[in-house]
């Protein structure tokens, strides 16, 4: 069973390469047998089948068989998806100063009350120790 991660990477590979690319901006007006692909694209059936079946793995694209050729259309379902997984990977949560606060007493070990300062990088005694 795929992760997350590797479904996500599917999409994204499916949209990383030019060829993939212009093979989406020829399925903008609609559904298009594999041979007018082969012929826009001007590269043989074995090159346009290994990019279709990443385009297709990706669920970007569907395909239909019709007799000795496969026909080819952008997935609304797969697009809105794509959509939606590249906002969940890049959204931005929390503070963004990388650093994550305990309140007092959350966080102890050995007996001694610890407290992540966020103005410095590391943990602080809490409270301070008094210098002698």
């Not at 399925?27 to 692909?37: F, M, N, R, T």
């Not at 826009?40 to 395909?63: A, F, N, R, W």
């Amino acid at each position: 069973m795929a992760t997350a991660y590797e479904e996500r990477a599917k999409v994204f590979k499916a949209l990383c390469d030019e060829r993939r690319q212009r093979i989406l901006e020829l399925l903008h007006s609609g559904e298009k047998c594999a041979c007018v692909l082969i012929d826009e694209m001007d590269m043989p059936q074995s090159s346009l089948s290994y990019h279709m079946k990443i385009l297709c793995d990706s669920g970007i694209v569907t395909s239909r068989e019709e007799g000795k050729w496969t026909h080819y259309q952008i997935s609304k379902q797969g697009s809105e998806k794509a959509i939606e997984l590249l906002k969940e990977i890049t959204a931005v949560t929390g503070n963004g100063d990388g650093c994550k606060t305990f309140r007092v007493g959350e966080l102890r070990q050995g007996g001694i009350d610890w407290r992540w300062n966020v103005n410095y990088v590391g943990f602080a005694q809490w409270p301070p120790q008094q210098e002698k």
